[in-house]
Every structure is written in structure tokens, then in C-alpha cells.
T-cell receptor, first 111, second 117 residues
Framework: SQQGEEDPQALSIQEGENATMNCSYK?????LQWYRQNSGRGLVHLIL?????REKHSGRLRVTLDTSKKSSSLLITASRAADTASYFC???????????FGEGTQLTVNP | GAVVSQHPSRVICKSGTSVKIECRSL??????MFWYRQFPKQSLMLMAT?????????EQGVEKDKFLINHASLTLSTLTVTSAHPEDSSFYIC?????????????FGPGTRLLVL
């Protein structure tokens, strides 16, 4: 069963704007990961944040994790049309265990 | 980075036939592989966990006799959808977990789109 909820379900922005997606989960976790999926394609791993970390950066991506609120956010800065995709958070209760995916956010970046 | 392939990428079959999907880790040994199913505009749902040399562990509600999983080697896992029906039409994605390097990361295959007529 899905434990993650993501909001918004859909987000449409203009190129150059920032996009923020949120993810909430229910159980305790070892790590939380964000993935990107282009329509009809496989998943691309974006970033992993461990439960003892609060913030992580990778290029234009910034992920935060608040374990007290059981929530995470993904910020994409200076968005590009090529960032248009679905973004999923996924949690792992232990290192290397099965992933439980959130419902996903469909991001559309308009040129 | 680690690469996982799936074959075929797309398959169309008649109702009642069986379809085999292969998942290979190309440049690393995967002690564990996971099989997910994704319906249109929905998230990924874990179907089963496959460990090399042992029986797969299925998630609740997934019929093990219908979705046969074989993890015969450290680089190959297969999912066979037996007696496929139109409701089995979906996007099937595998992932492989490596015991070395970034241990927490799963590497996903490109997916197999199954359409059962």
C-alpha cells in the first residue's frame, strides 16, 4: 500500500520559476528518495536523504526532510521545460529495503 | 552508474497467453531485485521482492501463481505473467539493489509496457 502522499498532485509553472513538491509519509524511515519519471519511461534517481539529515543539495535540486513531521520537500530552482515530468518520493524503512512510493506530482514547466 | 535493462520494452499479447519479462543488471551483481507495477497516471506498486537463489516474497494481494518470479542468477530476474488478461495490462518496472557502493540506492529498469487484448 502507498504510504506517501504528495502535493500538489499537479503543478504548472513558467520556465525560470521554482517548483516545490511535498511528500508526507507514515512510518519511521531509514531514508527518503526522490525520483523523476518522464511519461511512459523508467525512473531516474534524483537524490537520497537519510533520516539523520535535514537538507541536501544536488545542482538545482534541494531536498529537505523533517522526520518530526514525517515530511519532505523537493525544490527545483530555475525550472526548465525539460524538467516536465512526474516526481515521486519513496521511503525505505531500512537500508536497502523495499521502497514505498508516494502518489507523485506531475510537473509541467511551460516555455 | 549502474545500469538495469528490461526486455522486452513493449509487448502486446492475446488474452490467455503467458508473457515473460527479463530484468538484468548489466554492470553489477544484484542480490535483490524488486518488481513494480504502474497503472496509468498512478504511482508504482511493489509486487514482489526477488532474492537470488530463493523464492520471491510477494506483496499482499499479488497472486504468486499468476506472477511467477525467478531470480536464477545475480544479474537476471524474470517475471512471467501467466494466462494474461486485459486487467494485467500495465507498466512493469524492475529495480536492482547492489550490495556495494551506494547501498541504499535501487537502480530502475526502463520498464515494460504490457497490453493484453
Amino acid at each position: 500500500s502507498q504510504q506517501g502522499e504528495e502535493d500538489p498532485q499537479a503543478l504548472s509553472i513558467q520556465e525560470g520559476e521554482n517548483a516545490t513538491m511535498n511528500c508526507s509519509y507514515k512510518t519511521s524511515i531509514n531514508n527518503l528518495q526522490w525520483y523523476r519519471q518522464n511519461s511512459g519511461r523508467g525512473l531516474v534517481h534524483l537524490i537520497l536523504i537519510r533520516s539523520n539529515e535535514r537538507e541536501k543539495h544536488s545542482g538545482r535540486l534541494r531536498v529537505t526532510l523533517d522526520t518530526s513531521k514525517k515530511s519532505s520537500s523537493l525544490l527545483i530552482t530555475a525550472s526548465r521545460a525539460a524538467d516536465t515530468a512526474s516526481y515521486f518520493c519513496a521511503t525505505a524503512e531500512t537500508s536497502g529495503s523495499r521502497l514505498t512510493f508516494g502518489e507523485g506530482t506531475q510537473l509541467t514547466v511551460n516555455p | 552508474g549502474a545500469v538495469v535493462s528490461q526486455h522486452p520494452s513493449r509487448v502486446i499479447c492475446k488474452s490467455g497467453t503467458s508473457v515473460k519479462i527479463e530484468c538484468r543488471s548489466l554492470d553489477f551483481q544484484a542480490t535483490t531485485m524488486f518488481w513494480y507495477r504502474q497503472f496509468p497516471k498512478q504511482s508504482l506498486m511493489l509486487m514482489a521482492t526477488s532474492n537470488e537463489g530463493s523464492k520471491a516474497t510477494y506483496e499482499q494481494g499479488v497472486e504468486k501463481d499468476k506472477f511467477l518470479i525467478n531470480h536464477a542468477s545475480l544479474t537476471l530476474s524474470t517475471l512471467t505473467v501467466t494466462s494474461a488478461h486485459p486487467e494485467d495490462s500495465s507498466f512493469y518496472i524492475c529495480s536492482a539493489f547492489t550490495s556495494g557502493g551506494f547501498q541504499e540506492t535501487q537502480y530502475f529498469g526502463p520498464g515494460t509496457r504490457l497490453l493484453v487484448l
